[in-house]
């Protein structure tokens, strides 16, 4: 994972802005230990006496863990996506990609739309632990990150904790290497201006100014806490990573860690100066993945793919911005109506279809997230 380490005269503007706020603390004192370059002119070069040390670099901390997760065994909430991998011989993807909505299926290359299986995300699935300690999440993805071969790969869990559509927070995680929760290759990044969605979240804006994400609070234990997030390959699959965060991550509203989440998925640079992306690129210059779309193929923005929002901690009265679609329960039972024919609501046998027949409404319907 590359080290987007801000550049001193940013760290030190957004260390003024953000001085009397209660967030986590940014990495302002953590030594750089590599990529020390040292600007000096080439005309008037001062000499050095022969007396002064030479400089050398700072030792990293000692990381010490106090607490590792275990897994979440509770309900899961769930969250469905489409993939693309029937229709990724014709070089493109069945669905799933609504630029205008923030919602990308782009596990493709732009060059020639070859087909990257390890990054396109079948269903994500979150867990809490009953005494709101850790928060696991589970992204499953169509192949194993084992067939990307020298491909560097990334896996996120976004996180809106204010429930307006701007994302606050994303964990940024590398390939684990086994099964064993570490938190090497792992990163939390935050929008400390809160420059994410510009003017209208979600959707785009024409001259968008968002830099992203762009102050790294955690990296690889070095942070605040050196416990905040962790990774490793799942027991169950090897389609399956597993990320765990603690859930004071978030601040606490009536007593509960409320936000929304949603996965991401990268093959090479992940571009935290980009979110939001519709906001950063427009359609012509990011491309499409709809070979029936004036933009296909894709241009700028490849090698990508999210899911809608869960809602965490809370049963939504409405749909929320980004929030996957909401319909609140409704009162089961009853027999078909007359003349009823069950249909395919899958025709293309996606595995990430989500939706399925309900006879009692003769209708197929969305599954929709178990939303606690």
């Known amino acids: 994972m590359k080290r ?30 590599e990529n020390t370059v040292a600007v000096v002119s080439l005309t008037d070069t001062p000499e050095m006496p022969a007396d002064d040390p030479i400089p050398t670099e700072t030792d990293v901390p000692e990381i010490t863990h106090v607490m590792k997760p275990t897994y979440g065994d509770g309900k899961a909430q769930t969250i469905h996506d489409q993939v693309s991998d029937k229709t990724a011989p014709e070089k493109r ?51 194993s990150p084992s067939y990307a071969g020298e491909k560097e790969l990334h896996y996120a869990i976004e996180l809106d904790e204010n429930l307006d559509g701007r994302g606050d927070m994303i964990i940024l995680v590398n390939t684990p290497e086994n099964n064993k929760w570490t938190t090497a290759g792992v990163q939390i990044w935050q929008d400390i201006n809160a420059s994410i969605g510009d003017k209208t979240p979600i959707r785009p804006d024409v001259e968008g100014s968002s830099d992203g994400y762009e102050m790294m609070i955690f990296d690889e234990g070095i942070g605040e806490d050196a416990d905040l997030a962790w990774v490793r390959k799942s027991d169950e699959s090897n ?8 859930l004071n991550l978030v601040p606490i509203e009536d007593e509960a860690h409320i ?14 100066d980009w979110f939001d992306h519709n906001d950063s690129l427009s359609l012509e210059e990011a491309g499409s993945p709809i070979i029936e779309d ?48 069950e249909i395919n609501c899958c025709p293309n046998g ?23």
Not at 121 to 133: F, H, L, S, W
């Open 239 to 246: 389609e399956k990573i597993e990320i765990a965060f603690k």
């Open 4 to 33: 987007l380490i801000p550049t001193l005269s940013t760290l030190f503007l957004l260390s003024s802005i953000i001085g009397g706020c209660n967030l986590p603390t940014a990495l302002e004192a953590m030594p750089v230990v």
């Open 93 to 143: 993807a069945y669905g799933g990609d609504e630029f205008a909505n923030g919602r990308y299926e782009r596990p493709f290359l732009a060059e020639n739309m070859e087909y990257l299986p390890y990054i396109d995300i079948v269903r994500t699935d979150m867990y809490r632990d009953e005494d709101d300690v850790w928060a696991y999440v589970t992204i499953e993805v169509v192949n």
């Open 259 to 272: 936000f929304l989440w949603g996965a991401w998925a990268f093959v090479g640079d992940p571009h935290l």
């Open 350 to 372: 996606s595995s990430g279809c989500p939706f399925v027949w309900d006879a009692v409404l003769c209708e197929c319907v969305e599954v929709i997230p178990e939303l606690y």
């Open 294 to 341: 004036d933009n296909y193929p894709l241009n700028q923005f490849e090698a990508a793919d999210n899911t809608c929002r869960g809602l965490s901690g809370a049963v939504p009265s409405g749909n929320l911005p980004g929030m996957c679609p909401y319909k609140p329960p409704t009162t089961s039972g009853g027999t078909p109506p007359e003349g009823c024919v």
